[in-house]
């Protein structure tokens, strides 16, 4: 059974406040009385009313006055309907200005006014299901964004996994893998950041940069871990190990232009690189960053073959193939960041593993302190 409408009837006479409760009452409200304004204010802050009738003439404060409070106090969306013996257009107006809804002169007529009652109700009771399906939406909306969330952190935690197993899977075929694959990528990141790469790009770069030598799962093992230099067919099988990278990280979506830097990371600024050929700016900005940092962890860290060279060794390599091996203006990019920030990034690099990286790109967090 529908909740009967519960109709605030106020006005100094008993007998015009009867009369309206016998006519509404067999229509099935429930009519609550008042004979004052400052009674009338009680109730309303009190009781839930559907509608007002409220007499403009009161002991007391008036019925404008009332109505003004109800609006800015009490509840700005209840039907208020003034009744008086004023006729003037301004007393109507003025009760218009005051936020009522609707005015009856009286003597009003009793059809006339049962009918703007149940106008005025049914008009309540669309607002009342407008907001109350506005709540119920905002609380599925709420629910759906925790699903999705939810949803979205194990997706991030499902491709964590997946870069963790990869990255896993060669550090078990070739020692310490990870530990460049890392350094690598904070070179490489460090290089967009300045350049002014940021956001989602950011971090497919770094998952790029992570996974740049993933094809090598699929190179041989005395090809891979032989300690002295490599026969020009070793060198043939080696190179193979970019397309089998690709083959790999082609269908990781998550990856976006990520899988372009493993596709690129061999590939030279004029050209002469591997596998595709690519020259200039048709390589993937990430994979020109790349190609510095690769080099740099190369140069700097112990090698079967050879001790690691200084930092300064590495300049001098790096200016040298400016515009052969290298993008000039990734190199100018390279060389606007201070020395010291890349040994920070050296040891900080060591510290972390691949999923703090990536927390610290996704907060935004990941520029190092130059102090």
């Not at 009738?53 to 700005?76: A, Q």
């Not at 203006?329 to 510290?351: C, G, H, M, Y």
Request: aromatic residues 8%; proline residues 2%; charged residues 30%.
């Amino acid at each position: 059974m529908a909740n009967r409408h519960k109709i605030l009837v106020v006005d100094d006479e008993p007998l015009n406040t009867k009369l309206v409760e016998i006519h509404l009452s067999v229509l099935g409200y429930d009519i609550v009385i008042s004979h004052n304004g400052e009674d009338a204010l009680q109730k309303v802050s009190s009781d839930k009313i559907d509608l007002i009738l409220l007499d403009v003439m009161l002991p007391g404060i008036s019925g404008f006055e009332v109505c003004r409070h109800i609006r800015e106090k009490h509840n700005k969306t209840v039907p208020i309907i003034l009744l008086t013996t004023l006729t003037e257009i301004q007393s109507k107006v003025a009760g218009f200005e005051w936020g009522a809804d609707d005015y009856l002169t009286k003597p009003f007529n009793k059809d006339e006014l049962i009918a703007r009652i149940r106008a005025h109700l049914r008009i309540k009771n669309m607002m009342d299901e407008i907001e109350e399906l506005n709540k119920t939406l905002e609380e599925k909306v709420i629910q759906r964004t925790q699903t999705i969330e939810k949803m979205n952190q194990e997706l991030s935690d499902s491709y964590h996994l997946t870069m963790d197993s990869l990255i896993g899977a060669l550090d078990v075929r070739e020692h310490e893998t990870s530990r460049h694959s890392l350094r690598v990528a904070f070179y490489t990141v460090e290089m967009a950041r300045t350049w002014g790469i940021e956001g989602q790009e950011l971090e497919e770069i770094a998952m790029g940069a992570l996974l740049h030598d993933v094809g090598k799962i699929g190179i041989a093992d005395d090809i891979l871990l032989k300690p002295g230099k490599l026969t020009d067919e070793e060198w043939v099988q080696m190179r193979k190990h970019v397309e089998m990278g690709w083959k790999i990280v082609k269908a990781i979506e998550f990856m976006g232009q990520g899988r372009e830097l493993v596709h690129s990371h061999h590939e030279r600024f004029d050209g002469r690189g591997y596998p595709r050929g690519l020259k200039g700016e048709d390589i993937y900005i990430g994979a020109r960053f790349f190609a510095i940092a690769d080099t740099l962890d190369a140069m700097t860290n112990d090698r079967p073959y050879r001790k690691a060279l200084s930092f300064e060794v590495f300049l001098k390599e790096l200016k040298k193939c400016s515009g052969a091996q290298f993008d000039p203006k990734a190199v100018e990019n390279f060389l606007s960041v201070p020395r010291d920030v890349w040994f920070q990034i050296a040891q900080r690099a060591d510290l972390v593993d691949f999923n703090k990286l990536i927390t610290a790109i996704q907060q935004e967090r990941f520029k190092v302190s130059n102090s």
